[in-house]
C-alpha cells in the first residue's frame, strides 16, 4: 500500500523560505515521476513542480520557476520542496503526489496532469502574509 505523508508547512512573511518534506512508502522512488500540486479553495488544483525519480529530471510552473526547487533522496524515499521568495499568492494547500501511470513520463519531462497520479497526500497548509 502506497502512503504519503507531506510536512513542513506553516505561516512564513512574504521573502521567507519553507521546504517541505513528502515521505514515500510502498512506492518505488527508482523512476517514476512525483510531483507537487497545491490548491486554493475555489480554483483548480496546480502542478508547480515536477520530477523524475530515475534521472532527476525537474519541471516547474511558470509561477514557482527560479523560486522553488524539487529534489529528492531517493535512499530516503523522501521528496522535497524548498520553496524561496514566497508570495502572499503562493498560500495554498500543497500536496505531493506520485503517478500510478507510465505516461506520466514523456521521456523528457514529467507531466503535471493530476489524473496521472494515482498517489496523494493529505496535504501541508502554506501561508505567505504580505
Known amino acids: 500500500q502506497v502512503h504519503l505523508v507531506e510536512s513542513g508547512g506553516g505561516s512564513v512573511q512574504a521573502g521567507g523560505s519553507l521546504r517541505l518534506s513528502c515521505t514515500v512508502s510502498g512506492y518505488s522512488f527508482s523512476a517514476n515521476c512525483m510531483s507537487w500540486f497545491r490548491r486554493v479553495p475555489g480554483k483548480a488544483r496546480e502542478g508547480v513542480a515536477s520530477?523524475?525519480?530515475?534521472?532527476?529530471?525537474?519541471g516547474y510552473s511558470d509561477s514557482v520557476k527560479g523560486r522553488f526547487s524539487i529534489s529528492r533522496d531517493n535512499a530516503k524515499n523522501t521528496l522535497y520542496l524548498q520553496m524561496n521568495s514566497l508570495k502572499p499568492e503562493d498560500t495554498a494547500m500543497y500536496y505531493c503526489a506520485a503517478a500510478s501511470s507510465l505516461a506520466a513520463w514523456n521521456g523528457a519531462y514529467c507531466s503535471t496532469r493530476p489524473d496521472y497520479y494515482g498517489y496523494w497526500g493529505q496535504g501541508t497548509q502554506v501561508t505567505v502574509s504580505s
Open positions: 520530477i523524475y525519480t530515475g534521472g532527476g529530471t525537474t
